[in-house]
């Protein structure tokens, strides 16, 4: 796929991690990125992330919007909330209720590609200082 302004071929990786970082920041669960390069022509790579009521998949894809440095090309689903799909052309993020997210299974039309998990690790503390 050719880079595009929105997101050149350099950038889709740092921001396909900055947008599972966000989405946990929000209390997203099972954040997964598929790497599909040379299986689909659709896009680069796919975030996929889930949460239980429409108030936090709202919260999740606002904050993914008005924290990137990318602007979406395409955005569906803000009117009903169970599953909303914002396309960056290289990264397509789809945040879904989890009960759509098991209905639709979309993860498992790309088997074949690499699969990252994202996890809140917990911060680390900063050692102690003796006085």
Known sequence: MT????????????????????????????????????ITSMTDHFVFCSADTDVQVKAIADSIRKSTDHKPWRIEGYEQLNWVLLDYVDVVVHIFKTHA???????????????????????????????
């Open 101 to 131: 997210r098991e209905y639709y299974n979309l993860e498992s039309l790309w088997t074949d590609a690499p699969l990252t998990k994202y996890k809140d690790e917990p911060k680390e503390k900063s050692p102690k200082t003796a006085d």
């Open 3 to 38: 880079p595009t302004p929105s997101t050149p071929k350099d950038e889709a990786s740092a921001l396909v991690r900055g947008i599972a970082d966000l989405a946990l920041e929000k209390q997203a669960e099972n954040v997964i990125a598929l790497d599909v390069r040379g």
